[in-house]
């Protein structure tokens, strides 16, 4: 009991998140119709309330709670921070949107406290458990998320395909660990490194086991060719629910992939690194190709979420603590560039109607001089020009893989950003050099307007000082 | 007698599992999942996991197969359609199937899979009472989690189905009903008798 008094304080984000989440559960049925806004707001409020208390109380070494299914160190304060703050902005947008398109439900945001829940759990996960439960509480989110939008076919299509892929992930996922566990006889991780490194790496039941590891993350990173879900959920959910699907969840499955292969399965690394040598350079290649015959910008998006990904697991597969610190910069960074796109795509859509072709880019330069400047740094960003905060990201990752000894696929790797940065250059010469179509310019409340405008502006801030985000970075991996 | 218990129940199930994603009748296909529950309810009574065995006996034979045979029988599901692709999809299943079933086999065969069986704690109390305790004490937190996941479960579906009809529903009020008053409802008609 007293144990328990000692480790109780160390999960108190995660605590109160619950706890926040059930009252507002509660409250939601209490807000009169006119005051929609009520529910988001207070939505915020908690999320601002659990990352003060995950601030407060970050620590500064690793601290093992509830018999080692808990884990508290620097790294999962640092994500759950990144999380926190990229939710709260999701729901600002998603407030504004849902406002202009007439759809309103509570559900929305309560749904997304408990996915950030989730993907706080998957990232001080500790235990074969605790990572499958934070898991299937982020996804079972995400899945009503997408098809909270009852009345429209794409969203019940996109929800079907997204359920029934993730289930199928998570069979799989469950079934490596099954095998994980008849070979060691633990769940706690750090126990079942060692028991792994007393079997040896080349155990052919744990390589086995690790197979069905190894695709079930993929799946939830959504790397090729387990990325078929990515595409159809980003285009048939609305705009609102794609932008907060494609932000915070990409960390927290980066935190997944760290858990699971690093803390967990590191004497296997040799078998493991080739397997994500595989699927690193077939996300980059298919989602930098296919992205460029895309006529949806949310489909474009979509792959070059796989190209980034795929780029971003250089990082973990480099196998050192600058990389894993390169990798979670290119994490955070790219959950704010998805962010802030995915805001220009809202911004430009309308009552009833999505504007989300590549066509409504149009003239943009005409229509709004200054969104289209925002959307030129986000797409800069995204292909990786300096000094923009995606190019950081991008070297922090080649650098570590090419002092890794794999200088073929630092090569591979930006060959196919080269190929990324057309589609990404196709857009700013839609909105600077073709004639507009429609002269409506894009309508959003101030304030989104603003967040929007800090949004860009802060990847351009990053790019310039990359320092401070990449030192917080090495110190929260720190090994 | 331990071994020819565990491969008839063992039998059963795969069959009966089998037989669940190939029968024409969607309620035969939803007893024949009642049969592979109570199957391998009886395997993990072999392991010596009652509550677990009976459990699942209580809860997936007893409440969920019950309603969802109700749902099958009430929703009178049209199968013509959902077979259409069966047929088209086979070959590529099968292959796909054909190729985890053989490295599977490899695996298993290269001998790495030596597993001893656990150790059968000799402790004193029930299954039940040890399985308690473990719960609220070493997988506390996973308990809690779980539960989340349960209530995010339940808004999800309530969400989902629940809509609102406030103008076409037409519901009696109980207060007014209550208050109704003999004046409101029967009025007497003073009639002169018949001549």
Redo the contacts between chains.
């Keep these: 009991m007293n144990a ?1 008094l000692i480790e109780l304080p160390l ?1 108190w984000p995660e605590l109160a998140l ?1 706890l926040l989440g ?1 009252v507002l ?1 509660v409250v939601d049925t209490m807000v009169p119709g006119e005051s929609r806004r009520a529910t988001c707001l207070l939505a915020q409020v908690a999320l601002v309330i659990v990352t003060v208390l995950v601030v407060a109380g970050a620590p500064a070494e690793t601290n093992l ?3 080692g ?2 884990v508290s160190d620097p790294m999962a304060a640092a994500l759950k921070v990144a999380i926190l703050l990229v939710s709260v902005m999701a729901f600002s947008y998603a407030a504004d949107y849902f406002d202009e398109h007439g759809f309103f ?1 509570g ?1 929305f945001y ?2 997304g406290l ?1 996915a950030v ?2 993907m706080m ?1 998957l990232i001080s996960a500790h ?1 074969l ?2 990572v499958y ?2 898991l ?2 982020l996804s ?2 995400l ?2 998320m997408v ?2 939008h ?1 009345d429209s076919p794409s969203a019940s299509e996109a929800a079907m395909k997204y359920f029934v892929l993730g289930a199928l992930a998570s069979g799989m996922l469950l079934y490596g660990m099954s095998m994980l566990y ?2 060691t ?1 633990t769940l706690e991780l750090s126990a079942l490194s060692r028991a792994v490194a007393d079997l040896g790496g080349n ?3 744990l390589v ?1 086991g690790l197979v069905f590891i190894v695709v079930g993350t993929a799946f939830k990173l959504g790397l090729v060719p387990f990325h078929m879900w990515v595409p159809d959920v980003y285009e048939g959910s609305p705009t609102a629910v794609t932008l907060f699907v494609s932000s915070a969840p990409k960390i927290a499955a980066f935190a997944m992939a760290m858990r699971l292969l690093v803390d967990g399965l590191w004497p296997m690394f040799p078998a493991w690194e080739g397997m994500l040598i595989v699927l690193s350079v077939l996300s980059m290649a298919a989602g930098n190709v296919i992205a460029i015959s895309q006529s949806n910008i949310k489909r474009m998006l979509a792959y070059s979420t796989i190209a980034h990904v795929g780029f971003l697991v250089l990082g973990i597969l480099s196998g050192t603590a600058t990389g894993y610190a390169g990798a979670m910069f290119y994490a955070i960074v790219y959950a704010f560039m998805s962010l802030g796109s995915f805001g220009m795509v809202m911004l430009l859509s309308r009552r009833q109607w999505e504007h989300d072709r590549l066509d409504d880019f149009q003239g943009l330069a005409r229509r709004s001089p200054w969104f289209a400047l925002m959307m030129l740094i986000l797409m800069f960003s995204m292909a990786g020009v300096p000094p923009f905060a995606g190019f950081w990201a991008k070297w922090f990752v080649i650098k570590e893989v090419i002092a890794a000894g794999h200088a073929w696929l630092a090569a591979v790797a930006v060959v196919f950003s080269v190929v990324g940065a057309y589609y990404y250059l196709r857009i700013i010469k839609l909105m600077y050099f073709d004639e507009p179509v429609a002269m409506a310019a894009p309508r959003a409340a101030p304030g989104v307007r603003i967040l929007l405008s800090a949004n860009a502006l802060a990847l351009f801030v990053v790019g310039v000082l990359p320092g401070a985000l990449m030192a917080l970075c090495i110190r929260a991996v720190g090994m | 007698m331990t071994a020819i218990t565990f491969y008839f129940f063992a039998a059963v199930l795969v069959i009966s599992a089998l037989l669940v994603i190939t029968v024409r009748n969607p309620v035969h296909a939803a007893l024949f999942l009642v049969l592979a529950f109570f199957s391998s309810a009886a395997v993990w009574l072999l392991l010596q996991a009652e509550f677990l065995a009976i459990a699942l006996v209580l809860v997936y034979v007893g409440a969920v197969m019950v309603l969802f045979l109700f749902v099958i029988m009430m929703l009178d599901v049209n199968l013509a359609p959902l077979r259409e692709g069966f047929a088209r999809y086979l070959p590529l299943g099968l292959t796909v199937a054909a190729l985890l079933v053989v490295t599977m086999a490899i695996v298993i065969r290269s001998g790495g899979i030596n597993a001893t069986a656990p150790a059968q704690d000799t402790v004193a109390g029930s299954n039940t009472q040890l399985l308690g305790q473990a719960l609220f004490t070493d997988f506390l937190y996973p308990f809690e989690v779980a539960g989340a996941v349960l209530l995010v479960a339940i808004i999800a579906a309530i969400a989902l189905t629940l809509r609102r009809r406030s103008r076409q529903l037409r519901t009696p009020a109980p207060g007014l009903q209550v208050a109704v008053r003999r004046e409101d409802r029967v009025r007497i008609v003073k009639m002169d008798a018949e001549k």
Excluded: W
Aim: glycine letters at 10%; hydrophobic letters at 55%.
């Design positions: 328990l999960a619950l059930s559960l709670a509830f018999s299914h808990f439900r559900e309560i749904l408990f829940l989730g759990v235990s458990l605790t439960l934070g299937e509480l079972l989110s899945y009503s098809a909270l009852r008849g070979m006889g155990n052919i039941v086995f």
